[in-house]
């Protein structure tokens, strides 16, 4: 049986506490997103009050989109209470009959979606801007300062009197004394209709988010004593009970995501970690991904070597019955089975990527990790010659889980060119061959498996700066350069 990916979290955890040797949390954390599931389908009346309260969620968040998206409501969106206030007098919560746990939050996840929408804007305009010939060094200075005040950009485009705090009013002062301002809010303007689309909308009512005072955990009262989550209902003073397959408890704000099909419930849970910062991970370590063997390092250890075996499996599984799928269609009931057992699948393929990444970082002990950046998946398919596998590898899934495993270890990750590792030798330098799994260098005789030969040459790369970039670079480590080009 797969183990939730909570509990890997608290396995990582423990097991580090266990060894404990020059391990230290340092002040600053990252967040990563667990699930929890339904124990099954909910009846249908319960999946009814939950979808009920998702689509009130949504019409709330497609009111706050048309109704503050523009420009006209640039100044409200920060902090958020006057919207909130206007959302209150409306008398829409009232004409939904929607508990205040609900609206509100609705309100300010419709709130959070137009600040990102402007952010994007923002950054587009900003690029833009830095790579217009025709304008001056000041000219640009200026309108940077413009796109970082949203008070100053309410102000131009909305055309109203400039005031900016006191602080910010002497240095907005002296740059326009440089420029023609009236020219600039013009160009500005015509940036922010340009590229400033009202795209937002929530089509379907998929979930919502719930607040600690919302829910609760605990076993089901009158019932077979299964252990769940219970949810503020629209009815007064009454709550909804989703089994779970877990007893883990939280107190955070998650996010219900709803299966109508299927009458399930997914749970998102945020959790917040500290950061590990061990005086004992110094090395460099050369990898080479794989999907029969998932890493290989420049030493020749082989790390999720069953990877391979589980990923047919999936593979299989999903061939045989998109097959069957497609011969029965007109007589098929259904996907239900094959979504749940998919589901498992994928489960237990994630699980055991977890827990090798921990084997390796905990054996390794590395600093840095020199990793090739892999082909990208081609519409045209000509690179379909390179590696049949890259296209159906799941290594999406696994970089992510490197990158968070990383992150959470503090070791720095580093991005190598990719191009011609696997046939360069790592003793010469020379052009080699590999045949199956062995390399053999033609000018120095050098042999090697090929993922060990192709690990090392990562190792050598990083380390003589043919790189691409530096995803990640720890605080305290010599991070002058947060990017190298190659």
């Known amino acids: 049986m797969a183990v939730?990916?909570?509990?890997?979290?608290?396995?990582?955890?423990?097991?580090?506490?266990?060894?404990?040797k020059g391990t230290v949390l340092s002040d600053a954390g990252i967040c990563r997103t667990i699930h929890q599931y339904s124990d099954g389908?909910?009846?249908?009346?319960?999946?009814?009050?939950?979808?009920?309260?998702?689509?009130?969620?949504?019409?709330?968040?497609?009111?706050?989109?048309a109704r503050y998206g523009g420009i006209g409501s640039l100044e409200k969106l920060y902090p958020g209470y006057t919207v909130q206030n206007e959302m209150t007098q409306s008398g829409f919560r009232a004409e939904l009959a929607m508990p205040s746990v609900y609206f509100y939050r609705a309100v300010f996840d419709a709130l959070g979606d137009i600040r990102g929408q402007w952010g994007r804007t923002r950054a587009?305009?900003?690029?833009?801007?830095?790579?217009?010939?025709?304008?001056?060094?000041?000219?640009?200075?200026?309108?940077?300062?413009?796109?970082?005040?949203?008070?100053?950009?309410?102000?131009?485009?909305?055309q109203k009197p400039l005031q900016l705090p006191s602080g910010m009013q002497a240095g907005y002062e002296k740059l326009a004394a440089e420029v023609d301002t009236e020219k600039m809010s013009r160009y500005l303007c015509r940036q922010v209709r340009k590229y400033h689309v009202r795209t937002l909308s929530a089509d379907k009512a998929e979930g919502f988010h719930i607040t600690e005072r919302a829910y609760r955990y605990g076993p089901e009262k009158d019932g077979d004593g299964r252990y769940g989550i219970y949810v503020a209902a629209k009815e007064g003073r009454k709550r909804i009970f989703i089994p779970l397959t877990d007893t883990n408890a939280y107190t955070k704000?998650?996010?219900?995501?709803?299966?109508?099909?299927?009458?399930?419930?997914?749970?998102?849970?945020?959790?917040?970690?500290?950061?590990?910062?061990?005086?004992?991970?110094?090395?460099?370590?050369?990898l080479s991904p794989g999907i029969d063997c998932m890493f290989t390092t420049h030493e020749g250890h082989c790390y999720g070597d069953k990877f391979g075996e589980l990923h047919r499996e999936l593979a299989a599984y999903m061939s045989?019955?998109?097959?069957?799928?497609?011969?029965?269609?007109?007589?098929?009931?259904?996907?239900?089975?094959?979504r749940s057992r998919k589901k498992k699948l994928d489960a237990g393929?994630?699980?055991?990527?977890?827990?090798?990444?921990?084997?390796?970082?905990?054996?390794?002990?590395?600093?840095?990790?020199?990793?090739?950046?892999?082909?990208?998946?081609?519409?045209?398919?000509?690179?379909?010659?390179?590696?049949?596998?890259?296209?159906?590898?799941?290594?999406?899934?696994i970089g992510e889980r490197l990158r968070q495993k990383c992150?959470?270890?503090?070791?720095?990750?580093?991005?190598?060119i990719g191009r011609g590792i696997s046939t360069e030798c790592s003793r010469c330098g020379a052009a080699g061959k590999y045949t199956g799994n062995s390399f053999r260098c033609g000018v120095c005789g050098y042999e090697a498996d090929k993922k060990t030969n192709a690990a090392q040459n990562a190792l050598k790369r990083g380390q003589t700066g043919r790189r691409i970039n530096k995803m990640f670079v720890p605080e305290g480590k010599n991070g002058q350069d947060q990017s190298d080009s190659s």
């Open 4 to 20: 939730p990916f909570s509990q890997n979290i608290q396995f990582c955890e423990n097991m580090e506490a266990a060894e404990g």
């Open 41 to 65: 389908p909910i009846c249908g009346e319960d999946m009814d009050r939950l979808l009920e309260i998702a689509e009130d969620y949504r019409r709330v968040k497609n009111y706050v989109y």
């Open 124 to 158: 587009k305009i900003a690029g833009l801007v830095g790579r217009n010939e025709r304008l001056s060094a000041e000219e640009k200075h200026y309108l940077r300062f413009l796109l970082r005040s949203t008070n100053a950009m309410d102000a131009i485009l909305n």
């Open 253 to 286: 704000q998650l996010y219900i995501r709803l299966n109508a099909e299927e009458k399930t419930v997914d749970i998102a849970v945020p959790i917040a970690l500290k950061v590990k910062r061990h005086r004992d991970y110094q090395g460099e370590l050369g």
């Open 320 to 338: 045989r019955a998109d097959r069957t799928y497609r011969r029965e269609k007109a007589n098929n009931a259904g996907r239900k089975k094959y």
């Open 349 to 397: 393929l994630e699980t055991y990527v977890n827990q090798e990444l921990n084997r390796m970082i905990a054996t390794e002990k590395p600093g840095t990790i020199y990793i090739p950046r892999l082909p990208a998946r081609s519409a045209a398919g000509h690179d379909g010659r390179i590696n049949y596998s890259v296209h159906v590898w799941k290594r999406g899934m």
């Open 407 to 416: 992150l959470e270890h503090s070791i720095e990750i580093v991005e190598v």
